[in-house]
């Protein structure tokens, strides 16, 4: 995995480190929208070349390869040795204000990964009734005041990274999707989900 930060990497400073198609692609969002998204690529891209780094023993250019997005994220690249790899690969991304997070797997050892990062912030009470469930929620209002806001927003960065590792994304409504008290298992619509972890963490207000 790779998390990337406005205010300390030294990577994603310019946009050097993007190629020329993921270049095209930059140019044309709204400025408001850059900064988040070279962030992402930046974590991506990193992520990706040091899994190559291990199946590969060297580390490729960040340039040689491009990280595309039509419904979940892919890597691809027009070197065919390298293509070969990130075919491999299955990849998850997510930014929000100065965070870009990204991890990713061998197919073969996981059939998905999903992640999220989001600023800890306050939630209006039907927006949390509305991402909810009702265990989830009556564990909520349980809660001390000041410890509330972590737990939701946890529990929402949860329920959008397992949508995203299985495909979904916002298909699969977040009431479907049950975190266990201690956060370390997810039911959806009742079932137990196997799953080979599961990690949260909290840095700096996110």
């Known amino acids: 995995s790779a998390l990337c930060t406005s205010r300390t990497c030294e990577y994603c400073t310019d946009d050097a480190f ?8 930059y140019q044309t969002l709204a400025q408001a929208r850059k900064r988040d998204w070279r962030m992402g690529r930046c974590a991506g891209k990193r992520a990706v070349a040091s899994l190559l780094a291990h199946i590969y023993g060297t580390t490729p250019p960040v340039t040689s390869f491009e990280v595309r997005s039509g419904g979940p994220p892919y890597v691809t690249s027009l070197d065919p040795v390298l293509a070969h790899g990130l075919d491999t690969c299955t990849l998850s991304l997510a930014h929000s204000g ?5 991890c990713v797997s061998l197919k073969q050892i996981t059939r998905g990964v999903g992640v999220d990062v989001e600023r800890i912030r306050s939630f209006r009470v039907e927006t949390v009734r509305a991402f909810l469930t009702a265990d989830e929620y009556e564990r909520y209002s349980q809660m001390e005041v000041s410890l509330r806001d972590t737990y939701a927003t946890r529990l929402w960065c949860i329920k959008e990274a397992y949508g995203k590792a299985c495909g979904s994304g916002i298909a699969l409504h977040p009431k479907r999707i049950s975190v266990g008290e201690d956060m370390s298992t997810i039911s959806v619509d009742g079932a137990l989900v196997p799953l080979q972890s599961l990690w949260t963490s909290r840095e700096d207000g996110y």
């Open 98 to 102: 100065e965070r870009g997070l990204a």
């Open 18 to 25: 993007l190629s020329p198609a993921e270049h095209e692609v």
